[in-house]
């Protein structure tokens, strides 16, 4: 069964930097869409960017010029770099790909 792992949440001060990364556990589960999505204490899950298998990206307004998706084929990865964290960003951050969702990791931004 292919499962798609995060890591690279944390603790981080306000301004802050974490990269995300989102690993396939199967090789063969070649990237195709695959997006970030995040969900705060309370509130709905929201997405946050994503990347085509083109390489076509887009990105919710609220991380927009913060934020970058990435991938490194070769590796089945897809990474989030986010860059001048603030508390606002604090969520669970969850990987997707068409239906298969990942575990989450927590991302923790301190005032």
């Known amino acids: 069964q292919v499962q798609l792992v995060e890591s690279g949440g944390g603790l981080v001060q306000a301004g802050g930097s974490l990269r995300l990364s989102c690993a396939a556990s199967?090789?063969?589960?070649?990237?195709?869409?695959r997006s970030w999505y995040r969900q705060a204490p309370g509130k709905q899950r929201e997405f946050v960017a994503v990347?085509?298998?083109?390489?076509?990206?887009n990105y919710a307004d609220s991380v927009r010029g913060r934020f970058t998706i990435s991938r490194d084929n070769a590796k089945n990865t897809v990474y989030l770099q986010m860059n001048s964290l603030q508390p606002e960003d604090t969520a669970v951050y969850y990987c997707?790909?068409?239906?298969?969702w990942g575990q989450g990791t927590q991302v923790t931004v301190s005032s």
């Open positions: 990347i085509t298998s083109g390489g076509v990206t």
């Open positions: 997707r790909q068409g239906d298969l």
């Open positions: 199967r090789s063969i589960f070649s990237i195709n869409t």
